[in-house]
Protein backbone atom coordinates (compact mmCIF):
# COMPACT_ATOMS: atom_id res chain seq x y z
CA UNK A 1 0.00 0.00 0.00
CA UNK A 2 1.46 4.01 -0.71
CA UNK A 3 0.34 7.07 0.61
CA UNK A 4 -1.05 8.65 -2.52
CA UNK A 5 -2.31 11.76 -1.65
CA UNK A 6 -2.37 14.07 1.80
CA UNK A 7 -3.30 17.93 2.29
CA UNK A 8 -4.88 19.80 5.17
CA UNK A 9 -8.30 20.90 6.07
CA UNK A 10 -8.45 23.96 8.34
CA UNK A 11 -12.27 24.53 9.62
CA UNK A 12 -14.29 26.03 12.06
CA UNK A 13 -17.15 24.69 13.64
CA UNK A 14 -17.45 26.71 16.88
CA UNK A 15 -13.62 26.81 17.08
CA UNK A 16 -10.68 26.30 14.72
CA UNK A 17 -9.42 22.89 14.05
CA UNK A 18 -6.44 21.38 11.79
CA UNK A 19 -6.86 17.99 10.54
CA UNK A 20 -5.08 15.79 7.99
CA UNK A 21 -5.90 13.36 5.95
CA UNK A 22 -3.52 10.70 4.15
CA UNK A 23 -5.15 8.59 0.79
CA UNK A 24 -3.24 5.76 -0.21
CA UNK A 25 -3.04 3.43 -3.44
CA UNK A 26 -6.22 0.79 -1.96
CA UNK A 27 -9.15 2.99 -0.74
CA UNK A 28 -8.02 3.75 2.43
CA UNK A 29 -7.53 7.20 4.29
CA UNK A 30 -7.20 8.04 7.65
CA UNK A 31 -7.21 11.61 9.46
CA UNK A 32 -4.79 13.09 12.16
CA UNK A 33 -5.88 16.15 14.15
CA UNK A 34 -3.07 19.13 13.73
CA UNK A 35 -4.68 21.61 16.30
CA UNK A 36 -2.12 23.70 17.98
CA UNK A 37 -4.52 26.33 19.69
CA UNK A 38 -3.55 30.25 18.82
CA UNK A 39 -0.75 28.59 16.27
CA UNK A 40 -3.24 26.81 13.67
CA UNK A 41 -1.84 27.94 10.37
CA UNK A 42 2.05 27.41 11.66
CA UNK A 43 1.10 23.63 12.22
CA UNK A 44 -0.66 23.56 8.63
CA UNK A 45 1.77 25.23 6.76
CA UNK A 46 4.66 22.83 8.36
CA UNK A 47 2.64 20.11 6.96
CA UNK A 48 1.66 20.75 3.80
CA UNK A 49 5.19 22.67 2.63
CA UNK A 50 7.47 20.60 4.28
CA UNK A 51 5.99 17.19 5.40
CA UNK A 52 3.38 16.13 3.11
CA UNK A 53 6.19 15.95 0.24
CA UNK A 54 8.56 13.61 2.26
CA UNK A 55 5.58 11.13 2.66
CA UNK A 56 3.77 10.47 -0.19
CA UNK A 57 4.71 7.54 -1.90
CA UNK A 58 5.22 5.75 1.25
CA UNK A 59 3.88 2.66 3.04
CA UNK A 60 1.56 3.88 5.46
CA UNK A 61 1.91 0.98 7.70
CA UNK A 62 5.60 2.18 8.82
CA UNK A 63 4.19 3.89 10.83
CA UNK A 64 7.53 3.90 13.40
CA UNK A 65 10.12 4.55 10.42
CA UNK A 66 7.99 7.20 8.78
CA UNK A 67 7.71 8.54 13.36
CA UNK A 68 11.70 8.34 12.97
CA UNK A 69 12.17 9.75 9.50
CA UNK A 70 9.99 12.91 10.59
CA UNK A 71 11.74 13.55 13.49
CA UNK A 72 15.28 12.82 13.28
CA UNK A 73 15.39 14.02 9.49
CA UNK A 74 14.32 17.61 10.30
CA UNK A 75 17.09 17.96 11.92
CA UNK A 76 15.44 20.56 14.08
CA UNK A 77 13.22 18.21 16.06
CA UNK A 78 10.82 18.85 19.15
CA UNK A 79 8.61 21.50 20.04
CA UNK A 80 4.71 22.09 19.87
CA UNK A 81 4.30 23.17 16.08
CA UNK A 82 7.27 19.86 14.72
CA UNK A 83 5.65 17.39 17.32
CA UNK A 84 1.60 18.44 16.37
CA UNK A 85 2.81 18.03 12.82
CA UNK A 86 4.35 14.18 13.17
CA UNK A 87 1.44 13.36 15.46
CA UNK A 88 -1.08 14.34 12.68
CA UNK A 89 0.44 11.54 10.45
CA UNK A 90 0.90 9.24 12.85
CA UNK A 91 -2.93 9.37 13.87
CA UNK A 92 -3.88 8.94 10.16
CA UNK A 93 -1.23 6.08 9.57
CA UNK A 94 -2.48 4.40 12.32
CA UNK A 95 -6.28 5.09 11.53
CA UNK A 96 -5.13 3.48 7.59
CA UNK A 97 -3.54 0.76 9.51
CA UNK A 98 -6.71 -0.30 11.45
CA UNK A 99 -9.28 0.27 8.44
CA UNK A 100 -6.57 -2.05 5.93
CA UNK A 101 -6.71 -4.33 8.92
CA UNK A 102 -10.25 -4.24 9.80
CA UNK A 103 -9.81 -3.77 13.42
CA UNK A 104 -10.31 -0.55 15.50
CA UNK A 105 -7.26 0.68 16.76
CA UNK A 106 -7.12 -0.48 19.83
CA UNK A 107 -6.41 -3.68 19.16
CA UNK A 108 -3.17 -2.67 17.36
CA UNK A 109 -1.67 -1.29 20.58
CA UNK A 110 -2.45 -4.08 22.54
CA UNK A 111 -5.86 -4.47 22.79
CA UNK A 112 -8.58 -3.82 25.45
CA UNK A 113 -7.00 -3.56 28.89
CA UNK A 114 -10.57 -2.59 30.82
CA UNK A 115 -14.11 -2.51 29.35
CA UNK A 116 -14.80 1.39 29.57
CA UNK A 117 -11.93 4.84 29.44
CA UNK A 118 -13.03 6.71 32.78
CA UNK A 119 -13.42 10.48 32.21
CA UNK A 120 -13.42 13.35 34.15
CA UNK A 121 -16.18 16.72 33.21
CA UNK A 122 -15.46 20.10 33.60
CA UNK A 123 -17.49 21.88 36.56
CA UNK A 124 -17.03 25.65 37.40
CA UNK A 125 -19.04 28.71 39.25
CA UNK A 126 -18.84 32.46 39.61
CA UNK A 127 -19.32 31.30 43.18
CA UNK A 128 -18.98 28.40 45.19
CA UNK A 129 -22.61 27.58 45.53
CA UNK A 130 -22.43 27.63 41.62
CA UNK A 131 -19.44 25.51 41.57
CA UNK A 132 -20.91 22.99 43.80
CA UNK A 133 -24.30 22.74 41.92
CA UNK A 134 -22.18 22.63 38.60
CA UNK A 135 -20.27 19.16 40.23
CA UNK A 136 -23.39 18.29 41.03
CA UNK A 137 -25.29 18.57 38.25
CA UNK A 138 -22.66 16.44 36.09
CA UNK A 139 -22.56 13.76 38.70
CA UNK A 140 -26.34 13.50 37.59
CA UNK A 141 -25.11 13.47 34.28
CA UNK A 142 -23.12 9.97 35.49
CA UNK A 143 -19.99 11.23 35.76
CA UNK A 144 -17.47 10.15 37.98
CA UNK A 145 -14.86 12.37 38.34
CA UNK A 146 -15.27 16.45 38.27
CA UNK A 147 -12.74 18.98 37.76
CA UNK A 148 -13.81 22.04 39.75
CA UNK A 149 -12.68 25.54 38.62
CA UNK A 150 -13.91 28.61 40.21
CA UNK A 151 -14.06 32.64 40.24
CA UNK A 152 -11.58 34.18 42.54
CA UNK A 153 -13.81 37.28 44.64
CA UNK A 154 -11.85 40.38 43.95
CA UNK A 155 -11.07 39.43 40.10
CA UNK A 156 -12.41 40.18 37.01
CA UNK A 157 -12.21 36.33 35.50
CA UNK A 158 -9.88 33.57 35.90
CA UNK A 159 -9.10 30.27 33.53
CA UNK A 160 -12.00 27.93 33.50
CA UNK A 161 -14.70 30.40 34.21
CA UNK A 162 -16.79 31.32 31.16
CA UNK A 163 -18.19 35.02 31.35
CA UNK A 164 -21.43 34.43 30.45
CA UNK A 165 -23.58 30.97 30.36
CA UNK A 166 -22.64 29.16 27.14
CA UNK A 167 -19.57 26.04 27.52
CA UNK A 168 -15.85 27.72 28.39
CA UNK A 169 -13.84 28.06 25.42
CA UNK A 170 -10.46 30.19 25.97
CA UNK A 171 -10.23 30.93 22.50
CA UNK A 172 -11.30 34.13 21.09
CA UNK A 173 -10.88 35.68 17.95
CA UNK A 174 -9.18 38.89 17.67
CA UNK A 175 -6.21 39.87 19.26
CA UNK A 176 -5.05 38.05 22.92
CA UNK A 177 -7.29 39.18 25.79
CA UNK A 178 -6.02 40.38 28.99
CA UNK A 179 -6.58 39.37 32.66
CA UNK A 180 -5.32 39.51 35.41
CA UNK A 181 -3.98 37.57 38.27
CA UNK A 182 -3.51 37.61 42.19
CA UNK A 183 -2.12 33.96 43.37
CA UNK A 184 -2.77 35.40 47.00
CA UNK A 185 -6.41 35.83 46.13
CA UNK A 186 -6.61 32.46 44.64
CA UNK A 187 -4.48 30.64 47.67
CA UNK A 188 -6.84 32.28 50.24
CA UNK A 189 -9.99 31.11 47.87
CA UNK A 190 -9.12 27.67 46.78
CA UNK A 191 -9.21 25.87 49.75
CA UNK A 192 -12.05 26.93 51.16
CA UNK A 193 -13.70 26.16 47.97
CA UNK A 194 -12.69 22.43 48.14
CA UNK A 195 -13.90 22.26 52.11
CA UNK A 196 -17.12 23.17 51.06
CA UNK A 197 -17.38 21.29 48.08
CA UNK A 198 -16.18 18.05 49.71
CA UNK A 199 -18.60 18.34 52.36
CA UNK A 200 -21.73 18.97 49.89
CA UNK A 201 -21.09 16.20 47.57
CA UNK A 202 -19.23 13.87 50.12
CA UNK A 203 -16.47 11.32 49.37
CA UNK A 204 -17.72 9.37 46.16
CA UNK A 205 -16.84 11.54 43.25
CA UNK A 206 -13.46 12.23 42.02
CA UNK A 207 -12.37 15.75 42.47
CA UNK A 208 -9.37 17.66 40.21
CA UNK A 209 -8.50 21.11 40.10
CA UNK A 210 -6.11 22.46 37.62
CA UNK A 211 -3.69 25.66 38.93
CA UNK A 212 -2.90 25.81 34.92
CA UNK A 213 0.89 26.69 35.71
CA UNK A 214 0.39 30.09 37.93
CA UNK A 215 1.82 29.49 40.91
CA UNK A 216 5.43 29.00 42.11
CA UNK A 217 6.65 25.90 43.72
CA UNK A 218 6.47 26.56 47.60
CA UNK A 219 2.95 28.45 46.75
CA UNK A 220 1.67 25.23 45.31
CA UNK A 221 3.11 23.16 48.07
CA UNK A 222 1.06 25.37 50.29
CA UNK A 223 -2.00 24.81 48.47
CA UNK A 224 -1.35 21.06 48.08
CA UNK A 225 -0.93 20.20 51.97
CA UNK A 226 -4.13 22.74 52.27
CA UNK A 227 -6.15 20.72 49.85
CA UNK A 228 -5.37 17.30 51.13
CA UNK A 229 -8.06 17.01 53.50
CA UNK A 230 -10.10 16.79 50.49
CA UNK A 231 -8.76 14.26 48.58
CA UNK A 232 -8.22 15.41 45.75
CA UNK A 233 -7.84 13.26 42.34
CA UNK A 234 -4.82 15.50 41.04
CA UNK A 235 -4.02 19.22 41.26
CA UNK A 236 -3.34 19.92 37.55
CA UNK A 237 -0.18 22.05 36.29
CA UNK A 238 0.76 23.55 39.69
CA UNK A 239 3.65 25.43 38.22
CA UNK A 240 5.67 25.93 34.66
CA UNK A 241 7.26 22.83 33.86
CA UNK A 242 10.09 24.25 32.48
CA UNK A 243 11.92 23.14 35.47
CA UNK A 244 11.09 20.22 36.25
CA UNK A 245 12.87 20.09 39.46
CA UNK A 246 9.95 22.38 40.84
CA UNK A 247 8.22 19.91 41.11
CA UNK A 248 10.53 18.62 43.98
CA UNK A 249 9.57 20.94 46.30
CA UNK A 250 6.36 20.35 45.83
CA UNK A 251 6.29 16.35 46.47
CA UNK A 252 8.15 17.34 49.33
CA UNK A 253 5.39 18.96 50.94
CA UNK A 254 2.30 17.53 49.98
CA UNK A 255 0.60 14.18 49.58
CA UNK A 256 -2.01 15.53 46.70
CA UNK A 257 -1.62 13.85 43.86
CA UNK A 258 -0.02 15.87 40.85
CA UNK A 259 -0.70 15.91 36.96
CA UNK A 260 1.01 17.66 34.37
CA UNK A 261 1.97 17.66 30.56
CA UNK A 262 -0.68 19.02 28.45
CA UNK A 263 1.66 21.75 26.90
CA UNK A 264 4.57 18.78 26.78
CA UNK A 265 5.63 17.53 23.49
CA UNK A 266 8.03 14.87 24.33
CA UNK A 267 9.20 12.70 26.38
CA UNK A 268 11.75 14.63 27.03
CA UNK A 269 9.77 17.13 28.71
CA UNK A 270 8.96 14.84 31.28
CA UNK A 271 11.91 12.32 31.54
CA UNK A 272 12.96 13.84 35.18
CA UNK A 273 9.59 13.85 36.09
CA UNK A 274 8.79 10.61 35.36
CA UNK A 275 12.07 8.70 36.67
CA UNK A 276 12.26 10.85 40.13
CA UNK A 277 8.36 10.63 40.62
CA UNK A 278 7.91 14.31 40.86
CA UNK A 279 4.47 13.54 39.82
CA UNK A 280 1.49 10.86 39.80
CA UNK A 281 0.08 11.69 36.15
CA UNK A 282 1.36 12.59 32.98
CA UNK A 283 -1.13 14.99 31.10
CA UNK A 284 0.50 14.49 27.71
CA UNK A 285 -1.61 14.19 24.56
CA UNK A 286 -1.92 12.14 21.36
CA UNK A 287 -2.44 15.60 19.11
CA UNK A 288 0.76 17.52 21.00
CA UNK A 289 2.89 15.10 21.70
CA UNK A 290 3.77 13.19 18.27
CA UNK A 291 0.81 10.82 17.99
CA UNK A 292 0.31 7.38 18.94
CA UNK A 293 3.80 5.78 18.38
CA UNK A 294 5.63 8.24 20.94
CA UNK A 295 2.81 8.53 23.27
CA UNK A 296 3.01 4.84 23.83
CA UNK A 297 6.38 4.45 24.55
CA UNK A 298 5.54 7.51 27.33
CA UNK A 299 3.23 5.46 29.03
CA UNK A 300 5.60 2.48 29.06
CA UNK A 301 8.43 5.23 30.17
CA UNK A 302 6.00 6.11 32.72
CA UNK A 303 5.03 2.51 34.31
CA UNK A 304 8.38 2.01 35.04
CA UNK A 305 7.47 4.89 37.74
CA UNK A 306 3.55 4.12 38.80
CA UNK A 307 2.90 7.20 37.05
CA UNK A 308 -0.57 6.68 35.23
CA UNK A 309 -1.75 8.77 31.92
CA UNK A 310 -4.49 11.57 32.27
CA UNK A 311 -4.24 12.54 29.24
CA UNK A 312 -5.48 16.30 28.00
CA UNK A 313 -9.12 16.22 26.48
CA UNK A 314 -10.19 19.62 25.59
CA UNK A 315 -12.42 20.90 23.38
CA UNK A 316 -9.17 22.27 21.34
CA UNK A 317 -7.99 19.28 20.68
CA UNK A 318 -10.57 17.69 18.30
CA UNK A 319 -12.88 14.38 17.81
CA UNK A 320 -10.06 13.06 16.11
CA UNK A 321 -7.71 13.10 19.14
CA UNK A 322 -10.25 12.13 21.36
CA UNK A 323 -10.94 9.32 19.17
CA UNK A 324 -7.47 8.38 19.22
CA UNK A 325 -7.18 9.12 22.90
CA UNK A 326 -10.00 6.51 23.82
CA UNK A 327 -8.44 3.67 21.71
CA UNK A 328 -5.04 4.13 23.71
CA UNK A 329 -6.74 4.97 26.61
CA UNK A 330 -8.43 1.39 26.58
CA UNK A 331 -5.48 -0.11 25.98
CA UNK A 332 -2.86 0.80 27.88
CA UNK A 333 -2.11 -1.00 31.29
CA UNK A 334 -1.09 2.48 33.75
CA UNK A 335 -4.24 4.51 32.26
CA UNK A 336 -5.26 6.94 34.88
CA UNK A 337 -8.07 8.86 33.54
CA UNK A 338 -8.64 10.75 30.48
CA UNK A 339 -10.10 14.62 30.24
CA UNK A 340 -13.86 14.81 28.49
CA UNK A 341 -14.73 18.00 27.67
CA UNK A 342 -17.99 17.68 25.20
CA UNK A 343 -17.31 18.96 21.74
CA UNK A 344 -20.19 21.38 20.38
CA UNK A 345 -22.63 20.07 18.08
CA UNK A 346 -21.30 21.81 15.16
CA UNK A 347 -17.65 20.15 15.99
CA UNK A 348 -19.65 16.87 16.36
CA UNK A 349 -21.55 17.16 13.20
CA UNK A 350 -17.93 17.97 10.94
CA UNK A 351 -16.71 15.08 12.93
CA UNK A 352 -18.95 12.35 12.91
CA UNK A 353 -17.61 9.52 15.23
CA UNK A 354 -18.24 6.05 16.64
CA UNK A 355 -17.24 6.46 20.44
CA UNK A 356 -19.99 7.75 23.39
CA UNK A 357 -20.32 8.09 27.24
CA UNK A 358 -21.68 5.72 29.73
CA UNK A 359 -22.13 6.20 33.20
CA UNK A 360 -18.42 8.12 33.74
CA UNK A 361 -16.84 6.00 31.42
CA UNK A 362 -16.49 6.54 27.66
CA UNK A 363 -15.94 3.47 25.07
CA UNK A 364 -13.66 4.08 21.43
CA UNK A 365 -16.38 1.87 19.76
CA UNK A 366 -15.45 -1.11 17.53
CA UNK A 367 -15.39 0.74 14.06
CA UNK A 368 -12.28 -0.18 12.21
CA UNK A 369 -9.35 2.15 12.49
CA UNK A 370 -10.34 5.21 14.99
CA UNK A 371 -13.95 5.50 13.86
CA UNK A 372 -13.85 9.24 13.27
CA UNK A 373 -15.00 10.91 10.17
CA UNK A 374 -14.18 14.64 8.70
CA UNK A 375 -17.34 15.70 6.56
CA UNK A 376 -15.14 18.21 4.41
CA UNK A 377 -18.48 19.72 2.66
CA UNK A 378 -20.07 20.56 6.21
CA UNK A 379 -16.46 22.05 7.27
CA UNK A 380 -16.97 24.31 4.44
CA UNK A 381 -19.31 26.35 6.40
CA UNK A 382 -16.88 26.80 8.81
CA UNK A 383 -13.94 29.12 7.45
CA UNK A 384 -11.19 29.70 10.02
CA UNK A 385 -10.92 32.87 11.92
CA UNK A 386 -7.74 33.67 13.36
CA UNK A 387 -7.50 33.34 17.03
CA UNK A 388 -5.60 33.27 20.52
CA UNK A 389 -5.83 32.64 23.61
CA UNK A 390 -5.50 35.13 26.49
CA UNK A 391 -2.46 37.01 28.16
CA UNK A 392 -2.48 37.10 31.81
CA UNK A 393 -0.99 40.23 34.15
CA UNK A 394 -0.48 40.20 37.67
CA UNK A 395 -2.35 43.29 39.59
CA UNK A 396 0.98 45.01 39.07
CA UNK A 397 0.62 44.70 35.37
CA UNK A 398 3.83 41.84 35.43
CA UNK A 399 3.08 39.45 32.30
CA UNK A 400 2.39 36.30 34.38
CA UNK A 401 1.39 32.56 33.09
CA UNK A 402 -2.42 32.19 31.54
C1 LIG B 1 -6.84 23.14 30.21
C2 LIG B 1 -7.10 23.48 28.79
O1 LIG B 1 -8.22 21.27 29.80
C3 LIG B 1 -7.29 21.72 30.50
O2 LIG B 1 -6.75 21.11 31.42
O3 LIG B 1 -5.56 23.34 30.66
O4 LIG B 1 -8.38 24.01 28.74
C4 LIG B 1 -6.17 24.49 28.18
O5 LIG B 1 -6.32 25.73 28.83
C5 LIG B 1 -6.48 24.63 26.71
O6 LIG B 1 -6.41 23.36 26.13
C6 LIG B 1 -5.51 25.57 26.03
O7 LIG B 1 -5.75 25.59 24.64
MG1 LIG C 1 -5.03 21.92 32.13
Redesign the pocket.
Known amino acids: MKITRAWVNICSPGRNFVTLKVETDEGFYGLGDATL?GREMAVASYLTEHVVPCIIGRDPFQTEDIWQYLYRGAYWRRGPVTMAAIAAVDVALWDIKGKALQTPVYNLLGGKSREGVLVYAHAHGNSTEEVIADVQKHMEMGYLAVRAQSAIPGLDST?GVPKKAQPYE??ERGLPSESRWSSELYLRHTPRLFEKLRAAIGEDVHLLH?V?HRLTPIEAARLGKELEPFHLFWM??PVPAELQEGFKIIREHTTTPVATG?VFHSIWDAHDLIRNQWIDYIRMSVVHSGGLTHLKKVADFASLYHVRTGC?G?T?LSPVTMAAALHFGIAVHNFGIQ?H?PHSAETNAVFPHAYSFKAGYMYPGDAPGLGVDLDESLAKKYPYQRAY?PINRRLDGTLTDW
Open positions: NYPADHEDEHADEML
